[in-house]
């Protein structure tokens, strides 16, 4: 493949090859006809493929997000949804998805926390060498992503995180390193500072990433995470989007002022066209994907969200019997999160909420109980006609000046409009909807963006409003901007003409293409909302609560505040219980949240963001037809005020410390002695299990699994080592290795654990380096539970 690359490179004049490290379009990499080079479209991400656009009228498959996907610490299932992807992207005409997210969760508050896979590096590792290596086989590539240290997000364009080389090699780095392992195409390097260098310069592109780890992929810049000309000396190959302004034409005149050596250009040219080769784009067809029908896609998603739920408490009140009267409780039963918000975004075209759910198999009668929150939602299609088309949805113009480019019919409230050749020609656009109310009461009818924005009821303007977009994250701006409303009396079945009006502004190089026709329906006051759901839960046999999170307080863009709840959450659960003995608590969070009534409540059950299929996979798990297979991926702490390592704030000078070394997670939590709610590794199905006779051999460990309840089940067998009276500031004992096995009622099987060399390995400053003496090996089903022992040699 080499002398083919080179005699390409050898065609192509400085501003073709500037043109081809420069992007071109918002998620798209540039091409070269001259050498049968195509463009490439790329798209996020990690829980789904959205394609180059965001248009409900390409609809994509959501899956679980990353603390899912961890949660099942299934390799196997990775791989079956790794080729799920590569489908989606190569339906969606894509070379690559930028995913999987695989920083760490350094702390619970972080933003992204939700997207990436744990606090582990080992499972991290894991999972993301089996998400590439799946994606990857199907010809498509994937995108491991944020290179390095981007574990947090406050400032997360200028943090500084300090940190030593052991703690970078040991944790931060080591899941990249087990990707390019795996055979990466492609990196995203991120937008922090690493040491006092911004990663998309940084000295750790060339080492160890190009250099001892030998990747020979492309390196992506973040998206506006290029920051100088002069850098492009430096290991990124391609700047993100394209085409970037300081690269492209600057960056031609510097390599022709000498100041960029030609060198540097020549060689992140030959890892493009190495990429095209792969993904084949260069005088190639991409290699056929796996062909799944809507049908096996639904089937998938929803497997690996039951294999996901990790079950935290259960006093036996799960599963559910047959015909078991269940009162449905919580604003997230009806509107849940099925994913993350951010860049992971995508677009489904079909979700079932936990009522639907829950309905289709049991006699459920459901009320909120609380209002979660203050937030509009985009309009929903059942309510809202296109005065165009008279049928559900809305009309779009998109505007130069008074004159109508174009229409389009649309059928969702939340438009993002990046990439769309209509949006880059316009310079306002304008949506339009006849709002039906089903409901008499205070309607609220408002607009998010960012621009100049008018809101017009039945063609009479009631709200002008310019939102600037300084001060904050252009990603969260764009992706969950402010929103404003007026209030409006309907009568049942009244309808009004809601017309509104965005002419976008920029925020850091993106034109805000965002635009959303928002509305809140009339609804019950909030004590007597409360009041008739702890009435429902006590004359009904079992109560299931689901609470969780909202787009505000867990996104991209911004670091959570607190562990807590939103709204009234714990006390519903609280007032709930004293009801209802029986009480089953559903969260659907990403990431930790703080459970004050955990121990008394009958059963928790940790969902995350499980994708599409959220309903269809509870009612599989609560009525036992699938066992909640997960195994916690991360700590969950009692109170936020007992986290390790919390703060993800940088100092005034931008710093961001991670003093606590290797000891994050798990690790810092058996070093300060304090017991979380639920230790990482937990999760407890729905049989009884017991481990014995380990033997070892080498670095191979043999363990007897007997599976001792009266249902089949799915055990994940854990191995961590400790080191006794180590010379070296170690963790207490760490994750090497794991497997897991399926075991019928009443057998046993054996588990083989392989120990990588690694696990025993430390980083020093003459590199990795084994302590000699003797480890002790752990073999359990938490870090906290780990009944059999053996040393090492
Ligand atoms: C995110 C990336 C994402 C990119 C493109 C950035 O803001 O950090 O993860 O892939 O946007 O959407």
Redesign the pocket.
């Known amino acids: 493949m080499n002398e083919v690359i080179g005699d390409l490179l050898a065609k192509l004049d400085l501003e073709a090859k500037v043109r081809l490290v420069s992007g071109s379009g918002v998620f798209r990499f540039a091409g070269e006809e001259s050498i049968g080079l195509a463009e490439m479209p790329v798209s996020?991400?990690p829980s789904g493929v959205r394609g180059e656009l965001w248009d409900e009228r390409d609809p994509s498959v959501s899956l679980p997000s990353g603390t899912a996907l961890a949660a099942t610490w299934d390799r196997e299932l990775l791989g079956e949804i790794g080729g799920l992807i590569a489908a989606e992207a190569r339906r969606k005409n894509v070379y690559a998805v930028?995913g999987p997210?695989i920083n760490l969760h350094r702390s619970p508050l972080g933003g992204r926390h939700f997207e990436c896979f744990s606090e582990d590096p080992v499972l991290t590792g894991e999972m993301a060498a089996a998400y590439v290596s799946a994606v990857q086989a199907h010809g498509v590539s994937a995108c491991p992503?944020?290179y390095v240290a981007n574990d947090s997000e406050t400032e997360r364009f200028t943090a500084d995180v300090i940190a030593d080389e052991r703690t970078l090699r040991e944790l931060y780095l080591y899941p990249f390193e087990r990707a390019v392992g795996a055979g990466a195409w492609m990196i995203?390097d991120a937008y922090n500072s690493v040491n006092g260098v911004t990663m998309t310069e940084n000295p750790l592109l060339a080492e160890p990433l190009k250099g001892e780890w030998g990747f020979d992929g492309v390196v992506v810049s973040?998206?506006t995470a290029v920051r100088s000309t002069a850098g492009a000396a430096a290991g990124t190959d391609i700047a993100m989007p394209g085409p970037w302004e300081l690269w492209g034409a600057p960056l031609l005149a510097a390599v022709r002022a000498g100041e960029v050596p030609e060198a540097a250009i020549d060689e992140k040219v030959r890892r493009i066209l190495r990429f095209a080769v792969r993904v084949g784009a260069l005088n190639g067809t991409p290699t056929a994907p796996p062909a799944f029908t809507d049908e096996a896609a639904q089937r998938l998603v929803r497997e690996a969200a039951a294999k996901a739920m990790v079950l935290a408490r259960n006093d036996g009140t799960l599963p559910l019997g047959p015909s078991t009267r269940v009162a449905l409780l919580g604003a997230a039963a009806a509107e849940p999160r099925f994913m993350g918000g951010g860049?992971a975004t995508v677009i489904p075209g079909h979700t079932t909420a936990p009522l639907e759910g829950l309905s289709a198999v049991l006699p459920v009668e459901y009320t909120p109980g609380v209002h979660l929150s203050d937030h509009l939602i985009p309009v929903p299609l059942t309510l809202v006609t296109d005065p165009e088309t008279g049928t559900p949805g809305l009309s779009l113009r998109y505007l130069d000046g008074d004159r109508v480019l174009e229409t389009e019919h649309r059928a969702a409230g939340n438009l993002m409009l990046f990439g769309n050749p209509n949006a880059v020609r316009a310079d306002a656009f304008e949506l339009t909807g006849r709002l039906r109310a089903d409901m008499a009461g205070e309607w609220r009818i408002g607009f998010a963006g960012v621009g100049e924005l008018r809101l017009a009821i039945d063609g009479e303007t009631v709200l002008t409003e310019t939102v600037l977009p300084e001060g904050s994250d252009p990603?969260e701006l764009l992706l969950n901007p402010p929103q404003r409303f007026v209030t409006r009396e309907l009568a049942d079945g009244q309808e009004v003409e809601v017309r509104i009006r965005l002419a976008p502004a920029t925020a850091q190089g993106l034109p805000a293409m965002g635009i959303t026709y928002a509305v809140g329906r009339p609804r019950r006051a909030a004590d007597e909302e409360f009041a008739a759901a702890v009435e429902l839960a006590r004359t009904r046999e079992v109560a299931v609560v689901v609470v969780g999170t909202t787009e505000q307080i867990e996104s991209?863009g911004f670091d959570r505040k607190n562990l807590e709840l939103p709204g009234r959450q714990n006390e519903l659960v609280a007032a709930v219980a004293a009801v209802n003995p029986r009480t089953i608590v559903v969260v659907n969070s990403g990431a930790p949240v703080e459970m004050p009534w955990r121990d008394d409540v009958a059963a928790v059950l940790l969902t995350w963001f499980p994708g599409q299929e959220f309903g269809a996979a509870l009612a599989d798990v609560l009525t036992g037809a699938a066992e909640p297979g997960g195994r916690l991926p991360t700590t969950w702490p009692k109170a936020m005020a007992d986290v390790p390592v919390l703060d993800t704030k940088p100092a005034a000078d931008n710093t961001l410390p991670y003093t606590e070394g290797i000891h994050i997670g798990y690790r810092a939590w058996l070093k300060s002695g304090v017991a979380p709610a639920y230790p990482f590794g937990h999760g407890l199905g729905y049989t009884t299990w017991e481990l014995s006779d380990l033997a070892v051999s080498g670095r191979t460990a043999t363990v007897t699994v007997r599976n001792t309840g009266d249902r089949p089940g799915r055990q994940v067998v854990q191995a961590y080592l400790s080191r006794p009276d180590s010379a070296v500031d170690r963790p207490v004992r760490w994750l090497a290795a794991f497997t897991a096995l399926i075991v019928a009622p009443g057998e046993s099987a054996t588990a083989t654990i392989e120990l990588p060399a690694r696990a025993f390995e430390n980083w020093t400053e003459t590199g990795w380096s084994v302590e000699p003496g003797t480890f002790t090996l752990h073999i359990g089903t938490s870090v906290e539970d780990l009944p059999l022992t053996a040393d090492i040699a």
Do not use: A, P
């Open positions: 996020d991400g930028l997210t992503k944020h995203m973040d998206w860049s990603v991209e």
